[in-house]
């Protein structure tokens, strides 16, 4: 079985200061990991994902995670937010079964609030 | 291309009913994916079909069903509706495996009353 844990279910955050978004996981198999993006009355879209190779990955928007596998983390950070970049964000898993198909485990969530 | 089309964006039924949601997936997606969003409980996998076939499900009662038809279409099907299964339904379309992007529907409101 697999668990994803956001440690911060709000993050309110000042335009053009930066931000990071905490993510964990737990799985007893290997894994794919994801950040999403849910802005209000709208589906997910992908932030960006890792699959294996360098722990740093890099996103649209300007958004950048990385992976520690010791820690069990996939932090998602950003250097300078916009307005634009309020909604909410959502870390997921899936496993590396190929043939045991498509299933994504979320976290919670982080809602993230841009102030002027 | 076109994306992940969910239909009808929202909906209202009285709980006991039962309500049948769409999906068409991305041209070329053979995987459907169906996720239940409540603040609650947050986003939670209700089955996946590939090829017509259920590979996965979720931890959810009987009264959630789905199918999947031969141009990669999906339904599923809430029976007795509860009040409880307010939710946004989303629906996510991909290429099979685990290491693929999920593309999400914008999904449908159902609010049981």
């Known amino acids: 079985a697999q668990s994803v844990t956001q440690l911060d279910s709000q993050v309110p955050v000042f335009e053009e200061a930066p931000v990071e978004l905490r993510c964990n996981y737990s799985?007893?198999?290997?894994?794919?990991l994801f950040w999403y993006v849910q802005y209000p009355n709208q589906g997910l879209q992908l932030l960006l994902k890792?699959?294996?190779?360098?722990?740093l990955v890099k996103g649209i928007n300007g958004f950048e995670a990385e992976f520690n596998k010791s820690q069990t983390s996939f932090h998602l950070r950003k250097p300078s937010v916009h307005i634009s970049d309020t909604a909410e964000y959502f870390c997921?898993?899936?496993?590396?079964?190929?043939?045991?198909?498509?299933?994504?485990?979320f976290g919670g969530g982080t809602r993230v609030l841009v102030k002027p | 291309k076109a994306g992940v089309t969910q239909t009808p964006r929202y909906l209202i039924k009285t709980r006991g009913q039962q309500v049948t949601l769409s999906c068409s997936p991305i041209s070329g997606h053979r995987s459907v994916s169906w996720y239940q969003q409540t603040p609650g409980q947050g986003l939670q996998f209700l089955f996946e079909?590939?090829?017509?076939?259920?590979?996965n499900k979720g931890n959810f009662p009987g009264r959630f069903s789905g199918r999947q038809f031969s141009n990669s279409r999906s339904e599923m099907n809430v029976s007795t509706l509860e009040l409880g299964d307010s939710a946004l339904y989303l629906c996510a379309s991909s290429f099979p495996g685990g290491d693929t992007e999920a593309f999400f529907g914008q999904g449908t409101r159902l609010t049981v009353v």
């Open positions: 997921a898993v899936s496993d590396d079964r190929g043939a045991a198909g498509n299933k994504l485990t």
């Open positions: 890792y699959l294996s190779g360098s722990t």
């Open positions: 079909y590939f090829s017509e076939t259920q590979r």
């Open positions: 799985s007893s198999v290997s894994v794919y």
